[in-house]
């Protein structure tokens, strides 16, 4: 049997652990010197006190939370609690306690035995990590990108308002969906995404689509594998960034600048034959009038005659060529006037007809008369037809049929115009 003496040199020695004992009423009977460090009073100050009204928080001892412990302790033969208690000084702080009953030689309930320890470290490690989980949720929840987080397997355990907001739906139709079902390649691109995982740990702005109510959306993402303390992959986490309109204005700002290089093309193209224009009409003028001179001799034989006049109208339509090739190549505002159609169709055949022969490409010419005027920048339509004979050109290179059909004519209801073109091209 341990005597007195030692069992009160054990209470002593225990300093930074409170053994306290109690009727169960709550009347501190034994306080030990770590009672007295934990809760700052003397054992002289807390004997015969209850110990609910020293050290419990008011709203405890109203809730009877001493009292529902001693059920609890009488009913199991004893009690962990963690809560905050009260020091001396006012103090809130954490503890822990083990609550016994203590029995006498006949097994009959004589009191209430309680250890209790200051856990500090542990209700502050508890509460910085909660706090830190909330700043981090913070986070993702009001980032502008999505965000979304799934299982080893695929299926979504998190997905912020903006990944919400980008799906459509609510969050508990999110969970637990693979999310494979919201990309436009299903599966197989989730596989893709996650074989580039394995193989690196993370990608930065990998371009995919996703299918989203049935409208195809181009998605930037930058994912990760997450890993536990013992390194295994438990999960990924995903950034997703919707690029549709960004892909759009690119796309339109590269037709843009293909348009502005045609542009300067052009613009090159129309000096050039302004001055090959101009190297051209200064001997054709000196050609017309020795042609003019040898015309007016009196002596000239009629075969002489006939080949004068031949020699001019092979001028005449140089000089046509010439002509309208400055007016192809003039750079002006849009100048939208009256115009006949046909004269479109054969200015552009002037200054092609001779190239597409050389190609062996027969031209299928079929105009229709007395077609009414349209209202249009005839420089522009013969720059279009222009683009479409030299694709039709390109398309019939190395067949062994080449025909370029134009055919112009009215519409069913005879109020459109309309000029058809179509080739033997692949």
């Known amino acids: 049997m341990v005597s007195s003496g030692l069992l009160n040199a054990i209470?002593?020695?225990?300093?930074?652990?409170?053994?306290i004992v109690t009727d169960f009423d709550?009347?501190?009977?034994?306080?030990?010197q770590g009672a007295a460090n934990l809760f700052g009073y003397t054992l002289e100050e807390a004997k015969d006190k209850s110990l609910p009204e020293l050290t419990f928080l008011?709203?405890?001892q109203n809730a009877h939370r001493f009292e529902q412990i001693i059920e609890r302790v009488r009913i199991d033969g004893w009690a962990e609690e963690s809560l905050s208690r009260r020091h001396k000084s006012g103090r809130i702080f954490p503890a822990i306690s083990t609550i016994t009953c203590l029995k006498d030689s006949k097994a009959q309930f004589q009191g209430i035995l309680e250890i209790t320890?200051?856990?500090?470290?542990?209700?502050?490690l508890e509460k910085e990590l909660k706090g830190s989980k909330n700043f981090m949720e913070n986070i993702m929840a009001s980032s502008i990108d999505a965000i979304v987080t799934t299982d080893p397997k695929g299926y979504i355990t998190y997905a912020n308002r903006a990944f919400k907001e980008l799906i459509g739906l609510r969050g508990h139709q999110i969970i637990g969906n693979h999310i494979s079902i919201y990309y436009k390649d299903g599966i197989n691109q989730a596989r893709k995404i996650m074989n580039k995982l394995r193989e690196s740990g993370h990608i930065r702005d990998y371009e995919f689509d996703m299918k989203i109510g049935g409208k195809v959306v181009s998605i930037r993402t930058s994912d990760t594998l997450l890993y536990d303390e013992y390194g295994e992959?438990?999960?990924?986490?995903?950034?997703?960034?919707?690029?549709?309109?960004?892909?759009?204005?690119?796309?339109?700002?590269?037709?843009?600048?293909?348009?502005?290089?045609?542009?300067?093309?052009?613009r090159a193209l129309g000096d050039l034959v302004t001055g090959v224009a101009h190297e051209i009409n200064n001997p054709?003028?000196?050609?017309?009038?020795?042609?003019?001179?040898?015309?007016?001799?009196?002596?000239?034989?009629?075969?002489?005659?006939?080949?004068?006049?031949?020699?001019k109208e092979?001028?005449?339509?140089?000089?046509?060529?010439?002509?309208?090739?400055k007016e192809f190549s003039r750079q002006s505002e849009f100048e939208f006037t009256a115009m006949d159609i046909n004269d479109a169709v054969l200015s552009v055949l002037a200054i092609t007809r001779q190239q597409l022969l050389n190609q062996g490409i027969e031209v299928g010419?079929?105009?229709?008369?007395?077609?009414?005027h349209v209202l249009g920048d005839k420089n522009q339509i013969e720059q279009v037809l222009l683009n479409i004979i030299s694709n039709a050109w390109d398309a019939m290179e190395g067949c062994s049929k080449k025909v370029l059909a134009i055919q112009t004519d009215l519409d069913k209801k005879g109020k459109q115009v309309q000029i058809r073109l179509s080739d033997t091209g692949i």
């Open 26 to 32: 709550g009347k501190i009977i034994i306080f030990n």
């Open 284 to 311: 054709l003028m000196a050609s017309d009038t020795f042609l003019h001179l040898l015309e007016t001799q009196t002596d000239n034989s009629p075969e002489t005659k006939k080949r004068i006049r031949l020699l």
């Open 58 to 60: 008011k709203e405890d």
């Open 314 to 325: 092979c001028n005449l339509r140089i000089q046509n060529i010439v002509k309208k090739l």
């Open 11 to 19: 209470l002593d020695s225990a300093t930074h652990t409170a053994i």
């Open 233 to 266: 992959v438990v999960g990924t986490m995903g950034v997703f960034q919707d690029i549709t309109a960004r892909k759009k204005l690119s796309e339109k700002l590269s037709t843009t600048q293909a348009e502005l290089i045609q542009a300067v093309k052009i």
């Open 117 to 124: 320890q200051d856990m500090p470290n542990l209700f502050r």
């Open 365 to 372: 010419l079929k105009l229709s008369e007395k077609l009414p």
